[in-house]
């Protein structure tokens, strides 16, 4: 799939698949997906055992953990990780998940590698994690391998590498692992013709029994983004109705609000759907903002509504809307459009002044001065057009076409809230929390940012991510941050792609496979 400034990044989420091996059998058995850090409730359907027999067989466990089976100590972190006959503990379901990983068994490497991956009962280590699974994916896991390939495609924790990543994942697509065998058409495109026609298999195994030789220091629902800033706009397919409104349903949190919606492939929308998108607009939410504008673009096929298009794509590019930049370019393109813009911009429509300091501030234009683009906004912006206001207030903040001023700022973020703007108060948020410009009550504020989140807040998404970074308002949460930022990455979102990477980087070590330059 080719996009502009596609985005592949890899995440390995907060869904977990963990194998749990039975005191009398070999080292395989079920697997049970995780989706939240709480242990699953066990199904009345199933016979449950008498508590003596419980308790009997928990001592049992126990005891041959602590005489060292390597078994029983994975069982034993397993039961204290699903609270099964046990309390709940990840620390101690850490502890001996780790004990049973540096035995060498295979399903505790890759369980250890995932609560490394996520910060449970463990401090977040992504490093430690890509050891544990590149050792589970050698004794020929599969849900291993495909992790091991994922991490080779996002430049986080290894270098990118497309022809290692094909490896592990055709390993993994070949043993039956059906995610593995979704992800490798994905995949395919990025590798070389010659490695494809060549036995895959022994034309990269060299490089990787190489990682493995490296690797000898140390004992031994998963979600898919790449991160790929190259491809150029020409090579983007067409921005379809159906790619904008999967886009929209992966970034709500909400499934009430999304039922609610009820968006179809026209984006034909009744007067309460567009007041919900235009709220959502207003929350942060690019991919809001891009149906929007491609519903005045389209739909109501007027000139001037194409305006309102190219101002919420404005807004959607601002939020680093890849799609949006398609959709806009191809917009202005139009000399209908052009000739209508200058007519409006003459009639000093809100709008349309809007669009002309955007266009100019995106580099699309090249009509006005620096001088010239701030006072166009500010015309705008005294027309009460809420989105001229905010953005004003960002470039005073910013110092950009403007000297800072953050008195500015803030009288104008909060004339803008009063007036209604959700942005206003999300933008006074993130400049307390990221550079403490400005004060605000850290009480109920990780709860409003989850609101935020839920109607598909970019901006709170990153505020948050901050908050668990610093302990701003909240216990710092290094792993929560990653999750957050993450999030925001994969949907286009270069400064937060960029704060993960810095996080990332805080913690990497210093061997050579680690170097990503």
């Known amino acids: ?15 977990l698949i963990i194998f749990k091996p039975d005191l009398i059998a070999q080292d395989s058995s079920k697997s049970l997906v995780l ?32 005489a060292g089976d390597p078994l029983a100590m994975h069982e034993l972190g397993m039961r204290y990780l699903l609270g099964q006959g046990i309390a709940p503990d990840t620390l101690k379901a850490a502890f001996w998940i780790k004990q049973a990983a540096d035995k060498e068994i295979t399903s505790a490497r890759y369980n250890y590698g995932i609560l490394c991956l996520n910060g449970w009962g463990v401090d977040w280590n992504p490093f430690e994690a890509y050891k544990y699974f590149l050792y589970a994916a050698s004794d020929g896991m599969p849900q291993s391998q495909y992790v091991i390939g994922l991490l080779n495609t996002d430049n986080l924790i290894i270098r990118q590498n497309w022809e290692n990543a094909y490896y592990w994942i055709k390993k993994s697509a070949d043993a039956g692992f059906e995610p593995a065998k979704d992800i490798l058409q994905e995949i395919i495109p990025k590798v070389s013709p010659e490695i494809l026609r060549s036995d895959s298999e022994n034309f990269i195994q060299k490089n990787v029994n190489k990682k493995l030789s490296e690797d000898e220091d140390f004992n031994s629902s998963i979600g898919l983004v790449f991160i790929d800033f190259d491809n150029l706009i020409d ?65 109501y096929n007027d000139i001037l509504n194409k305006i309102k298009a190219a101002e919420n794509y404005i807004r959607a590019i601002k939020l680093d809307s890849y799609r949006s930049r398609i959709l806009l370019y191809r917009l202005i393109s139009d000399n209908q459009f052009n000739d209508q813009l200058n007519r409006s911009i003459e009639a000093n429509e809100a709008s349309a002044l809007y669009v002309w300091y955007g266009l100019n501030a995106l580099g699309l234009r090249n009509d006005l001065t620096s001088n010239d683009i701030i006072t166009v906004l500010q015309k705008a912006s ?20 403007v000297s800072k001023d953050f008195d500015k700022v803030l009288e104008l973020w909060k004339y803008a809230e009063s007036r209604g703007s959700i942005e206003a108060r999300l933008r006074i948020f993130a400049s307390a929390v990221f550079d403490r410009s400005f004060q605000t009550s850290n009480e109920n504020l990780i709860t409003e940012l989850k609101h935020h989140i839920k109607q598909g807040s970019i901006l709170a998404q990153i505020i948050l991510a901050k908050c668990y970074e610093d302990g701003f308002g909240t216990q710092k949460r290094i792993s929560e941050a990653v999750k957050n930022y993450r999030w925001a990455a994969q949907r286009g979102n270069n400064f937060a792609f960029t704060k993960l990477k810095e996080i990332y980087n805080s913690l990497r070590p210093p061997d050579e496979k680690f170097k990503l330059d």
């Open 382 to 401: 005294a027309k009460e057009h809420l989105p001229s206001i905010v953005e004003l207030g960002l470039n005073y903040y910013t110092g950009n076409f």
């Open 35 to 66: 989706k939240t850090n709480r242990p699953r409730q066990s199904s009345p359907f199933f016979y449950q055992p008498d508590l003596a027999y419980e308790i009997w067989q928990q001592f049992k466990v126990m005891q041959a953990a602590n």
């Open 1 to 15: 799939m080719s996009r502009n400034k596609l985005q592949l990044i890899v995440i390995i989420t907060c869904s």
């Open 235 to 299: 090579s983007i397919p067409r921005v379809t109705n159906s790619i904008l409104i999967e886009d929209l349903t992966n970034a709500l949190e909400n499934d009430s609000l999304l039922n609610s919606l009820k968006i179809d492939s026209t984006l034909n929308f009744n007067a309460q759907q567009l007041e919900q998108i235009k709220i959502l607009g207003d929350h942060s939410c690019p991919e809001a903002l891009t149906i929007l504008g491609k519903s005045y673009e389209y739909r």
